[in-house]
Nanobody, 115 residues
Framework: QVQLVESGGGLVQAGGSLRLSCAAS????????MGWYRQAPGKQRELVAR???????NYADSVKGRFTISRDNAKNTVYLQMSSLKPEDTAVYYC?????????WGQGTQVTVSS
């Protein structure tokens, strides 16, 4: 069973920065893609950023230019650097890892941006 452990969430003022980390229990080379999703109260879970095993990235329009996803293969960790945070970025952020057959999720980490 794959475990994904997120860390780095917290409370930050608008305009501030946070870096989320997602540590996987096995080599991230075994995943076709990894990504970050978020879910705000009363809303559906949405894709924030995604990175493929080849390093290609894609972002939600709402975070382009502010968030950066990256991976450290040696540490089996994926990061989400978040800058210029806005109150509307407040949500629980989830790490996701995909193979052809399975979809894995972390437990989530809360990000709260105060105005």
């Amino acid at each position: 069973q794959v475990q994904l452990v997120e860390s780095g969430g917290g409370l930050v003022q608008a305009g501030g920065s946070l870096r989320l980390s997602c540590a996987a229990s096995r080599s991230i080379f075994t995943f076709g893609a990894m990504g970050w999703y978020r879910q705000a109260p009363g809303k559906q879970r949405e894709l924030v950023a995604r990175i493929s095993s080849g390093g290609s990235t894609n972002y939600a329009d709402s975070v382009k230019g502010r968030f950066t996803i990256s991976r450290d293969n040696a540490k089996n960790t994926v990061y989400l650097q978040m800058s210029s945070l806005k109150p509307e970025d407040t949500a629980v952020y989830y790490c996701n890892a995909q193979t052809l057959w399975d979809d894995y999720w972390g437990q989530g980490t809360q990000v709260t941006v105060s105005s």
